[in-house]
């Protein structure tokens, strides 16, 4: 699923410059595979791995991908302007947004993942999933104008500021655990951990929020 994701996220960035009709093919037919088998259609959460034949191999409920899918496909078909497609991605995006709700902590705070096998929480808050909370659930209130949308986004940010943000250093800490005590086994900066997450998702909010009006 993720690699999917991250391709259809490449070929949408890239229509915005070379709005090629094949290039647009190519992204309605990936919005077609999370419909098909990425999205599961009743929970709504993502189904994460297949077989090459598409023989779903259950393993864990992430929630940080299933908020940011929920954002980040509305936003690839708004870019390549097919109307019915933005239709259907903005009501799977409140419905999955809800869905991955179920991964928030009372603070505010994500949980990393719950295994599917015996329903074990992995009670870690890692940096990412914390930034996608963010747009996915301003996104959903965006569609939907119910207002536990808005206060989801607003407390995970709090959340954030509060925990992921190292204020003396800069940039954000890997993540906390369920204590909220810095995992300090984890890299700062290193082959998982890099700005894309959190620096996206502050520009996503920068143009929201500057489109807003009162």
Same mark, same amino acid.
């Given at each position: /699923?993720? %690699? ?37 259609? %009743? ?25 940011? %899918? =929920? ?17 259907? /991605? ?6 999955? &947004?809800?869905?991955? =709700? ?19 929480? $992995? ?7 914390? =930034?996608? &909370? ?25 959340? $954030? ?16 655990? =369920?204590?909220?005590?810095? /995992? ?14 959190? &620096?996206? &998702?502050?520009?996503? /909010? ?6 807003? %009006?009162?």
């Amino acid at each position: /699923m993720n %690699t999917h994701l991250h391709i259809i996220e490449a070929y949408a960035n890239l229509y915005k410059v070379w709005p090629d009709k094949v290039l647009k093919s190519k992204i309605i037919h990936l919005l077609q595979l999370f419909v098909d088998y990425f999205i599961d259609s %009743t929970s709504f959460h993502l189904n994460l791995f297949f077989t090459e034949n598409w023989e779903l191999r259950p393993d864990v409920i992430s929630y940080g991908h299933d908020i940011e %899918t =929920a954002w980040l496909l509305l936003d690839c078909a708004i870019i390549i302007g097919d109307i019915e497609w933005v239709g259907a /991605m903005e009501e799977l995006a409140v419905k999955i &947004a809800n869905a991955a =709700a179920e991964g928030l902590d009372s603070d505010g705070g994500f949980w990393y993942e719950k295994r599917m096998a015996d329903q074990f929480l $992995i009670r870690e808050k890692h940096w990412w999933p914390q =930034a996608e &909370a963010i747009v996915g659930f301003f996104n959903a209130w965006q569609i939907s104008q119910q207002k536990h949308f808005l206060k989801k986004a607003l407390h995970s940010w709090q959340f $954030i500021q509060n925990h992921i943000i190292d204020k003396k250093y800069g940039e954000w800490v890997w993540g906390v655990d =369920a204590n909220d005590r810095i /995992m300090q086994l984890e890299n700062k900066i290193g082959f998982w951990k890099c700005p894309y997450h959190n &620096a996206r &998702a502050c520009l996503e /909010m920068y143009q929201r929020l500057s489109m807003l %009006t009162f």
